[in-house]
């Protein structure tokens, strides 16, 4: 059993920058995913970066280049450093690891960019 707590989220100005933690109650280095998604208001979730174990990374069109997500194995946590933010990203932010088989998700975290 994993369990996830996300921090971080909060209300920024267009262009302002944020970033999310995700703690982890286990070790993030048997993780053999990490990963954030978000779900915006009327949308489905989606996937907006992810890192497959061995360090690859992966991270949706729209925030390429924005959006950098990292790990701390010391600290158990993943991040998700957001620059540049934009009204288009505000979202409920869920943090989501695959360990031993099984899928885990945080609570999320609300993200709000102003115009």
């Known amino acids: 059993q994993v369990q996830l707590v996300e921090s971080g989220g909060g209300l920024v100005q267009a262009g302002g920058s944020l970033r999310l933690s995700c703690a982890a109650s286990?070790?993030?280095?048997?993780?053999?995913?990490m990963a954030w998604y978000r779900q915006g208001p009327g949308k489905q979730r989606e996937l907006v970066a992810q890192i497959i174990r061995g360090g690859n990374t992966n991270y949706a069109d729209s925030v390429k280049g924005r959006f950098t997500i990292s790990g701390d194995n010391a600290k158990n946590t993943v991040y998700l450093q957001m620059n540049s933010l934009q009204p288009e990203d505000t979202a409920v932010y869920y943090c989501?690891?695959?360990?031993?088989?099984?899928?885990?998700w945080g609570q999320g975290t609300q993200v709000t960019v102003s115009s």
């Open positions: 989501n690891v695959l360990r031993f088989g099984s899928w885990y």
């Open positions: 286990g070790s993030i280095g048997s993780m053999n995913v």
